[in-house]
């Protein structure tokens, strides 16, 4: 258990549709980062919150958004669904707002549109 | 531009064998490179970091290498087990104050170790 928790664990719905992905950062972090990792490709950088406040945006789409809630848990949140996006979706966390010390990976969470 | 690349894209080897997974950067300025392991379906678990000044780093059979004036560095797995099969993914972090714009991914090598 990396102390950084991600729900849920698998989600499968239709296109056009909204969902909410929730991340619980490790104790202490104040930073939390969403990637997106597609079939068979790298991680891609979404979006950083630190301490409640957007701090970096990546390849992050319109459809797309996110927020750090008072508690540091984050919610990423993804609508008018598209096949596309269908995709593992990760959430890690840092001390830092640089991630210089490295930061710690939660499980996933895997989307599948249909 | 600011670039990880890793090399091979995929390897197979037999259990018990070594490899060494390769990546080379043109990130600048240069703070610090890490390598990452990543089960199927799973979140990247940190194998190592290392800054400028270090130049190997090991944690158990990974050992890890850096040549910051060439800008490679290298990942030695030793006496491979079939555990070892995962995506080994270099990340370097440049030194940008406050900001996740600092670190660059790369695309990562699969390792299938075979019985």
């Known amino acids: 258990d990396s102390g950084v928790t991600q729900t849920p664990k698998h989600l499968i719905t239709a296109t056009g549709q909204r969902v909410t992905l929730r991340c619980s950062p490790r104790s202490g972090d104040l930073s939390v980062y969403w990637y997106q990792q597609s079939l068979d490709q790298g991680l891609q950088f979404l979006i950083q919150y630190y301490n409640g406040e957007e701090r970096a945006k990546g390849n992050i789409l319109e459809r797309f958004s996110a927020q750090q809630f008072p508690d540091l848990h984050s919610e990423l949140n993804l609508s008018s669904l598209e096949l596309g996006d269908s995709a593992l979706y990760f959430c890690?966390?840092?001390?830092?707002?640089?991630?210089?010390?490295?930061?710690?990976f939660g499980s996933g969470t895997r989307l599948t549109v249909v | 531009k600011n670039q990880v690349e890793q090399s091979p894209q995929s390897l197979i080897i037999l259990e018990g064998k070594n490899c060494t997974l390769q990546c080379n950067y043109t990130v600048s300025p240069f703070s610090n490179l890490r390598w990452y392991k990543q089960d199927t379906g799973r979140g990247p678990v940190s194998l190592t970091i290392?800054?400028?000044?270090?130049n190997t780093k090991s944690n158990g059979r990974y050992t890890a290498t850096l040549d910051a004036d060439t800008k490679q560095s290298s990942l030695h797995i030793t006496a491979s087990q079939l555990s070892d099969s995962a995506s080994y993914i270099c990340?370097?972090?440049?030194?940008?104050?406050?900001?996740?714009?600092?670190?660059?991914f790369g695309k990562g090598t699969k390792l299938s170790v075979k019985p």
């Open positions: 890690a966390s840092s001390v830092t707002q640089g991630a210089d010390y490295g930061y710690t």
């Open positions: 990340v370097v972090s440049a030194i940008l104050i406050g900001s996740q714009g600092n670190l660059i």
């Open positions: 290392m800054t400028f000044s270090e």
